[in-house]
């Protein structure tokens, strides 16, 4: 009898046994490709130059408290970062993971404006069918309904608008940059609704992760949003913790809409899975505020700054920069949504093939005519989920995507160093995978 306690108490897992480049080894030997371990493993499970900084630095530290000491690696990595990044970012805080990231987003806006001298911008906006994380703080900014019921007493009162979901919400004869604007305008009504003064952050995926399913904004969308945020004096935090890190084609996800935040946060692909590690990203004028302030964020965790998750994290920026990985995401997402089309473009229940780069989605519909859902209780998602794992593929199937209830998509985020020939065994073993349960 384990006595760990899991996921799904009625769910029996394989145990991960070992790891081979794209592929997940279980304890009987069996291998898995894996293509939806939440957008995590972009370097594959094997790389030896971060496994080697790993046991360096465990060598010669392991842990220093951010209280008393900083480390060379955290100081590293955040010069890499800060080199890389869009805009005036120029401050990275380490956390642990991306709800960590997105709740010391929500608190730094906050103490900013304490800062300041504006202690009413107290709101945050964000929009409808986004996660942001577990957390109290990151699932309040959150807007996926199912995840937010059972915990809906507890959660801070943040407000949502629409989300940029062209393919479910855009009506026919509406042009996408009409749409994308129309959309975008919702978030300068809500803060004229509640306030301009009282509204302190609007938080957004630029690439909608778990939620959608690689769902990206359309044309113009995020410079409009940005043009509304800096009229109001409110900041713009954009969550990339799944989509960044190269996983869309560029290092920071924003570059592709031209857009820079004040905060953004990062996590997953930052550490691909060798430490857990994140960030978050944020302007010099937010940290001089803090800095001829009070000095001190309110803020922190035990493990922020760890030097041995920093040192993987710095190992894993420098293969992505050095081999030009994002670069390389974006050409093998090319293909691989070439060879979705192919395979499924036809298909009568799936609806939408969408995403940028190594980070591609797939709507399943009931009727592709009408763009009808299947029924819930049906759980087409968790169906698929399990008939992949059964043909040796692991991908990332969810329910709710229109509204938290109803939907199905299937998210794919296979490792940057994934090769055609593997993109063909996605393909195929997916497919066995649908034509199973569908």
Known sequence: MSHVFPRHTKAELPIAAGGDGCYLIDADGKRYLDCGDAAVSCLGHSNRAVIEAVQQQVEQIAFAHSGFMTSEPAEELADLLIQHAPG????????????????????????????????????????????????????????????????????????????????????????????????????????????????????????????????????????????????????????????????????????????????????????????????????????????????????????????????????????????????????????LQSALEAAFGQHANVGDIRGRGLFRGIELVADRESKTPFDPALGVAAKIKKAAMAEGLICYPMSGTRDGKAGDHILLAPPFIIEEEQIDELVAKLGQAMAAVI
């Open 88 to 335: 005036d970012l120029e401050r990275v805080y380490f956390v642990s993971g991306g709800s960590e990231a997105t709740e010391a987003a929500i608190k730094l806006a906050r103490q900013y404006y304490l800062e300041v001298g504006q202690p009413e911008r107290r709101h945050v906006i964000a929009r409808r069918q986004s996660y942001h994380g577990n957390t109290l703080g990151a699932l309040s900014a959150g807007g996926n309904a199912w995840r937010r019921a059972q915990f809906a007493p507890m959660l801070i009162e943040m407000t949502h608008i629409s989300a940029c979901y062209e393919y479910a919400e855009k009506p026919e004869g509406e042009s996408s940059f009409d749409y994308g604007q129309r959309v975008a305008n919702e978030l300068e009504q809500e803060i004229l609704r509640l306030g301009p003064e009282s509204v302190m952050a609007f938080m957004a995926e630029p690439v909608v992760g778990a939620t959608l399913g690689a769902v990206p904004a359309v044309e113009g969308y995020f410079k409009r949003t940005r043009e509304i945020c800096d009229q109001y004096g409110v900041l713009l935090i954009l969550d990339e913790v799944m989509c960044g890190m190269g996983r869309t084609g560029h290092l920071f996800a924003c570059d592709h809409d031209g857009v820079a935040p004040d905060i953004l946060c990062i996590a997953k692909g930052l550490g691909a899975g060798y430490q857990p590690i994140g960030a978050m990203l944020c302007t010099d004028k937010i940290y001089d505020a803090i800095q001829q302030g009070t000095g001190f964020f309110q803020h922190g965790h035990t493990y922020i700054g760890h030097p041995v998750a920093t040192a993987a994290a710095l190992a894993v920026v420098r293969e992505l920069t050095n081999r030009d990985l994002p670069a390389r995401a974006g050409a093998m997402g090319d293909k």
